[in-house]
């Protein structure tokens, strides 16, 4: 059973405008919330994270959103950039534990 | 090193043979993570290590596989007796503890594909 779900597997947006990618998650106990980018042939990179104790999280063009009540979390990227286009990870622990992964979102930035 | 190595970086298999994927973490992160990344899959937990101790092997998919880590650094997971299955991008992540301040960084993956 996945407990973090990331229903979109791909997502094409126009180069200025916003992305918006989703995640939903089934653990209430999740209490930290992040966002990894990847790259073809590298590693996932640390993009932005949430506490469970806040709803917003602004990072330059990066903003994530927590709906506790909803179990969701969004990534806004605005304005999207030719250079975003990547894999997205939505990724939640519970205290210590290991982080669990979605199963990403493919996000093309079109010029 | 100034990143998280991984060695190889690309694997050929024959099914039914061992093989071992070496992960070489920052220096100085007590914490080592092992995930794997199959075709159209997220990324899935396989097992983590805190100094050489690991707490949590509950994602490993059979007895096939097992891993160790030595004097807190180098990490080694070895599969046994491939089956396709197996075929994945098999990525480490180290971190300066298991904390929640404490971010991943990963390797680049070794990609493994057994024929």
């Known amino acids: 059973d996945q407990q973090v779900k990331q229903n979109s597997p791909s997502l094409s947006v126009q180069e200025g405008r916003i992305s918006i990618l989703n995640c939903d998650y089934t653990?209430?106990?999740?209490?930290?919330f992040l966002w990894y980018k990847k790259y073809p042939a590298e590693g996932p990179t640390f993009l932005i994270s949430?506490?469970?104790?806040?709803d917003k999280n602004e990072d330059g063009r990066f903003t994530v959103f927590l709906n506790k009540s909803a179990k969701h979390l969004s990534l806004h990227i605005v304005p999207s950039q030719p250079g975003d286009s990547a894999v997205y990870f939505c990724?939640?622990?519970?205290?210590?534990?290991?982080?669990?992964f979605g199963k990403g979102t493919r996000l093309s930035v079109i010029a | 090193g100034a990143g998280v190595s991984q060695s190889p970086s690309n694997k050929v298999t024959e099914k039914g043979k061992d093989v071992e994927l070496r992960c070489d973490p920052i220096?100085?992160?007590?914490?080592l993570y092992w995930y794997r990344q199959s075709l159209g899959q997220g990324l899935e937990f396989l097992i983590y290590f805190q100094g050489n101790s690991a707490p949590d092997k509950s994602g490993l998919p059979s007895d096939r596989f097992s891993a160790e880590r030595t004097g807190g650094s180098v990490s080694t997971l070895t599969i046994q007796r491939t089956q396709q299955e197996d075929s994945a991008v098999y990525l480490c992540?180290?971190?300066?503890?298991?904390?929640?301040?404490?971010?991943?960084?990963f390797g680049s993956g070794t990609r493994l594909t057994v024929v």
């Open positions: 653990n209430s106990m999740f209490d930290y």
């Open positions: 949430i506490s469970s104790i806040k």
């Open positions: 990724a939640a622990r519970e205290g210590n534990t290991p982080l669990v």
């Open positions: 992540a180290s971190s300066l503890g298991t904390g929640v301040d404490y971010g991943y960084t």
């Open positions: 220096s100085g992160h007590t914490a």
